[in-house]
Structure formats: C-alpha cells, structure tokens
C-alpha cells in the first residue's frame, strides 16, 4: 500500500463531518472550545487521529498532552504526527491518564482548554488491554481540576465490550456529580440499548477556577 506523504495528509481532513460516528462529533465537541495557545490533553492517545485533531486546534503556539499505555498505541500516534507535521506539539506519554497530575507542567496547570477520552480498547489491538473504570474516575477527576474557564472535558463510553457499562456507569456518576456542582453537562447519543456508545461532555463555567 503507498504510504501518504506529509502534504496528502495535510489536505485530508482528520476528522470528516459525519454525525454518525461518536469519535467525530467528540472531536468537533473539543473544537468548539479550544483556541489557539491552549493546552490540550488526549486521554487515550489510540491511533492518534483525535491527537492531531487537538493539536491542529491549539495551533502551534499551543500543546497536547497525549497518553497510552501500549507502545504500539504511542506509536502509531507518533507516526501520525510527524507525517502531519504537528509532532512539537504534542508529548507523548507512556503512562495512565490517571497520572496527569503527576506529569503535567507547571506551566501547563489549570490551562486545559479540551481534555478528549475515548474509552475501550485499541482499534485493532489487544481487546483484553481496556481503560478500567477505577482509574478513568481519577482520570477523569484530575482532568477536569486542570481545565481552564470556559474549557470542556468530553469522554466517549463503550458498554459493548466486557467492563464498558462499569465504565460507563462511572462516567454517568462524574457527570452527575458535575451537573449538581452547576457545570454544563451534556450527554450525547445515551440510549438504554446495551452496546451502544455514548459522549458526555461538562463545560467548565467561566470564571471557575
């Protein structure tokens, strides 16, 4: 198969409008609010397309931090960024997202403009190798502490593979316990149907920090 060059990949568009799929309408829910010279951070770094998708929106005076815990995952994200040309924007870390704190810049804190999770497993990876609920909370928990005002936390859950719904149901449980702290919370595509993908997201309100 003939590989793209940097510039193919830089006309193609990283994420098409297409209202099916959750993946897409996420990244569009992460566009929405960010701006350039924000800070960005990438849950579940995965194949890369949402990494970049962040890192074209915070522009080049801004910066993305990705997380994985498979090498393959980091790199194949890696490889993404480089052919678009966005690698320095962008630190790859090879650790749980629950660990944001602990790597996280000093002068990055509290400047997260979008905090993207897109839960389950690596398309076309191990599927025994999946987010776990207890640390998804945390991570979850110390994303939001570090969005700027007016910043937005968006996570897509899977209840179709074994462990999404507790996952699921925890995601349920930090949007609830963010709507009843006053954040705007929506919840996109949630259906009673087992195994269908869903999107929370909770704007942090301006003028919070």
Known sequence: MERETPAQLRRLPLA????????????????????AGDIAMDGTAGKGRDTACLAQAVGASGHVH??????????????????????????????????????????????????LFNLGYLPGGNTAIITRPDSTALALQAAYAELRPGGRLICVAYTGHPGGAEESDVVQAFGRAREAAGDAVVRHGLLPNPGKPWILSVTKPEGIR
Not at 18 to 26: D, F, L, Q, Y
């Open 16 to 35: 098409p409008v297409n209202p099916i799929r959750v993946t897409e309408r996420a990244q569009l829910l992460a566009q929405e609010v960010l701006r």
């Open 66 to 115: 990705a997380f994985d815990i498979q090498p393959e995952a980091l790199s194949a994200t890696a490889n993404l960024l480089t052919l678009a040309g966005l690698a320095d924007r962008v630190t790859l870390h090879a650790c749980s997202h629950a660990d944001l704190a602990a790597v996280l810049p000093a002068a990055h804190r509290g400047r997260l403009g979008a905090a």
